[in-house]
Antibody, heavy 116, light 113 residues
């Protein structure tokens, strides 16, 4: 069952930017590690990023480091993924998830398509 | 990076029969904090997000039916569905969370024979 509502995503040209948002249901982002995972068409799941409950520590996959930024807004209970300098290979379904080890609550997914 | 390799890539099993999916990590994934293997299994159905089945190689998540079990240690792990139900048709993924980048297996597609 979907335990977070995602928004954002869409079609963007290479080099463009997008922001994904994730609003959890039944828990607060300040109490848990939160992560982003993506799946390109026909490919395996790929971990993208995580942020600690206090927001002080983040980590990224090498493939997105320097281009993507994960953050959270505790006043709105929102997790965001800012994606810049997008590449064709960033085309994927993006999921927000709770946790950073085993991921036990997932958003419904946001489709990001990078194409000229 | 730790490489996770699943076998088989696809599997067809009769209803009520046992399904076994294997996962091999390219190195040991024993977590220092609790001396447990940092291995999770997920079920992924079309149009839905993945669903956590098992963490720490053998601990079922809340509400997961007992027919799902995880086993293994070291670098070799197994997901077993003891009696396949129609609703178990899905792609199954293993994941290591020992060290970033956390990595997933390529997936095993499970179908009804």
């Amino acid at each position: 069952q979907v335990q977070a509502v995602q928004s954002g995503g869409g079609l963007v040209k290479p080099g463009g930017s997008l922001r994904l948002s994730c609003a959890p249901s039944g828990f607060t982002v300040s109490d848990y590690y939160m992560s982003w995972v993506r799946q390109a068409p026909g490919r395996r799941l790929e971990w993208v990023s995580y942020i600690t409950p206090n927001g002080h520590t983040v980590d990224y996959a090498d493939s997105v480091k320097g281009r993507f930024t994960v953050s959270r807004d505790t006043t709105k209970n929102l997790l965001t993924l800012e994606m810049n300098s997008l590449r064709v290979e960033d085309t994927a379904m993006y999921y927000c998830t709770r946790g950073h080890w085993a991921l036990d609550s997932w958003g419904q997914g946001s489709l990001v398509t990078v194409s000229s | 990076d730790i490489v996770m390799t699943q076998s088989p890539d696809s599997l067809a099993v009769s209803l009520g029969e046992r399904a076994t999916i294997n996962c091999k990590s390219s190195q040991t994934i024993l977590h220092n904090s609790n001396n447990r293997d940092s291995l999770a299994w997920y079920q992924h159905k079309p149009g839905q997000p993945p669903k956590l089945l098992i963490s720490w190689a053998s601990t079922r998540d809340f509400g997961i039916p007992e027919r799902f079990s995880g086993s293994g240690s070291g670098t070799d792990f197994t997901l077993t569905i003891s009696s396949l139900q129609a609703e178990d048709v899905a792609i199954y993924y293993c994941q290591q969370y020992y060290i970033t980048p956390y990595t997933f297996g390529q997936g095993t597609r499970l179908e009804i024979k």
